[in-house]
């Protein structure tokens, strides 16, 4: 079986029966991009190896409690977190208050990045005419009367699939908001 095409919620399960090559592609699915992350914080290679690593072998260790239901948020936000706290280490020596500043701007436009990859993934995975619904209105801005005429449709029915896809989406983006609050 291959692993790579499974979902993250399917190799989460097989994680917590410790299964290694589901690890192992979880690991190889996130470790750049967590990385990535942990780099452009602290700049510092070594530190960022670490924090990643340290997040990878915390969750294997506790793989069998594990209730993770967005695994690339919680890795993420555990992520922030461990740069977080090794900021806050007294011995650390940091960059001027004003460096963090920019920083923290530049962390904000990374994650409205994030945010919007995140988004067109989701839209993406909507059923088709939800998906072309929700593109012709927000997209585009055709009104639900164009939208029906261009898909043949019912205007009740351009409603209804609006509000499915808004539905899947506000559900989908729950689990975004803790790691925007980071």
Not at 87 to 105: I, M
């Amino acid at each position: 079986m291959s692993y790579s095409i499974l979902e993250d919620n399917e190799l989460m399960d097989k994680v917590r029966l410790s299964d290694e090559r589901a690890f192992d592609e979880i690991y190889r699915r996130y470790w750049r991009k967590l990385y990535a992350l942990s780099l452009y914080h602290l700049r510092d290679s070594n530190a960022a190896e670490d924090i990643v690593q340290e997040i990878f072998v915390s969750l294997w260790a506790a793989r069998e409690r594990s209730e993770i239901k967005h695994l690339y948020t919680y890795l993420a936000t555990a992520t922030k977190y461990s740069i977080f706290h090794y900021f806050a280490q007294p011995a650390r020596n940091t960059d001027s208050l004003e460096e963090l500043h920019v920083q923290a701007a530049e962390q904000s436009t990374a994650d409205t990045r994030l945010l919007e990859e995140e988004i067109r993934r989701e839209i993406d995975r909507l059923p088709e005419k939800c998906r072309l619904v929700f593109r012709y209105s927000r997209e585009e801005g055709l009104a639900n009367k164009m939208i029906s005429e261009k898909l043949n449709i019912s205007t009740k029915a351009v409603e209804k699939h609006m509000t499915r896809a808004l539905r899947q989406l506000r559900v989908q983006f729950k689990h975004m908001l803790m790691l925007f609050l980071l």
